[in-house]
């Protein structure tokens, strides 16, 4: 097996894309995902990218990716959120995820990021094991907080 750990480029989105579309059915939620390659293409270059995204390429094909931007925390400073890692389902096992997070882990801290987040759901034990193996700390008395896009309008309306 021939891995590289790369970052992304235009023509890999649509594989990048094709991974997003394998983790939302795995989550359970196959009709969440919004965007297209397009709006990956569009967001992901050009002088102010929206994310950064690296790829694991095996022989050759796109097997996993992990998408990462920036943000601030006003307790720490500069912050560093991993959106999503993602292996394809027959990949798992081989290294490619740990071969991915060291390249998010090592960009985080060129960076000059004072920490790195993601989050994972409660009933994926293989991820959380995994990232437990990592050192990672998995926060149980953090709750995640989010507005949809209907929320935020309906929000919204009520401002007026």
């Known amino acids: 097996m021939?891995?590289?750990?790369?970052e992304a480029i235009k023509t890999d989105m649509p594989c990048v894309y094709q991974l997003i579309?394998?983790?939302?059915?795995?989550?359970?939620?196959?009709?969440?995902?919004?965007?297209?390659v397009n709006d990956l293409k569009d967001k992901g270059f050009g002088e102010s990218p929206a994310f950064k995204c690296f790829v694991a390429e095996v022989n050759k094909k796109v097997e996993g990716i992990a998408l990462v931007y920036p943000r601030y925390s006003t307790w720490k400073g500069v912050v560093l959120h991993l959106e999503d890692l993602i292996v394809s389902q027959n990949m798992r096992g081989l290294g490619i995820g740990t071969a991915l997070l060291d390249k998010v882990i090592v960009y985080g801290k060129q960076q000059g990021a004072k920490r790195i987040s993601w989050e994972v759901l409660d009933w994926n034990d293989p991820a959380i094991g995994f990232y437990k193996q990592k050192g990672a700390c998995i926060m149980d008395d953090w709750k995640l907080v989010q507005l949809d896009e209907q929320g935020i309008k309906n929000y919204i309306s009520k401002l007026n």
């Not at 021939?2 to 790369?6: F, Q």
């Not at 795995?26 to 297209?36: D, G, H, N, R």
């Open 21 to 36: 579309k394998a983790l939302a059915r795995f989550e359970k939620e196959p009709e969440a995902v919004q965007i297209t």
């Open 2 to 6: 021939t891995l590289i750990i790369r």
